[in-house]
């Protein structure tokens, strides 16, 4: 099995430019979640989405945007990129929000490879 | 803002020591999990423990959680070089019944030399 595919895992941009990073997992889980990692700070979410339909902000969602096309797939947009956007990205799904919705709890989450992107 | 803290930031033992990495968090949790991350990889699930669980083993792996003290410790025995990688505790942060998301921590960098 894939399991959670990022594409692409490695981007430069000039600030100012925008591009849209994918992700794709296929283990039919409901919620999704997009996470940057930089040196010292940890992983930090950005965005969101618990199930099909629904997105919400986490600690860090200035500069971003997210589309969930489908359950599928989940997008994370940068619209104008900016060099404090230079970082790794982490796509991340789980069958279910962690303690959320149905009751259910002990979610944990499968994680990308991650994106490396430069923002020059 | 970030819900759990690792201590210590890096570790380095040798082969066949035992390690201990400490997370500390804020606030009330349903659960608390551990997560390897080896270099230039993403984040692989180790273990997970339960507020009402006091200890978890898994191989060897013991996981311990002290809801009072809000803290949890992850002890890996007997170290092999492959054990060299990050770790990171994230919890889920409750409110009003229930939470949506994991918050990592900064996490331990663990390097263990042959």
């Known amino acids: 099995n894939a399991g959670v595919t990022q594409t692409p895992k490695f981007q430069v941009l000039k600030t100012g430019q925008s591009m849209t990073l994918q992700c794709a997992q296929d283990m039919n889980h409901n919620s999704m979640y997009w996470y940057r990692q930089d040196p010292g700070m940890g992983l930090r979410l950005i965005y969101y989405s618990a199930s099909e339909g629904t997105t919400d902000k986490g600690e860090v969602p200035n500069g971003y945007n997210v589309s969930r096309l489908n359950k599928r797939e989940f997008s994370l947009r940068l619209e104008s990129a900016a060099p404090s956007q230079t970082s790794v990205y982490f796509c991340a799904s789980s069958e279910y929000p962690p303690s959320g919705y149905s009751g259910l709890t002990n979610e944990k989450l499968f994680f990308g490879s991650g994106t490396q992107l430069s923002v020059l | 803002s970030q819900q759990g803290e690792e201590d210590p930031q890096a570790l380095s033992i040798q082969e066949g020591e035992n390690a201990t990495m400490n997370c500390s968090y804020k606030?009330?949790?349903?659960?608390l999990q551990w997560y390897r991350q080896n270099s230039g990889r993403g984040l692989v699930h180790l273990i997970l423990i339960r507020s009402n669980e006091r200890e978890k083993h898994s191989g060897r792996l013991r996981v311990t959680l002290d809801t009072s003290k809000k803290s949890s410790s992850l002890l890996i025995t007997a170290s092999r070089a492959a054990d060299t990688a990050s770790y990171f505790c994230a919890t889920d942060n409750l409110w009003q019944g229930g939470s949506e998301k994991l918050v990592f921590g900064k996490g331990t960098k663990l390097t263990v030399n042959p």
């Open positions: 606030t009330s949790i349903n659960n």
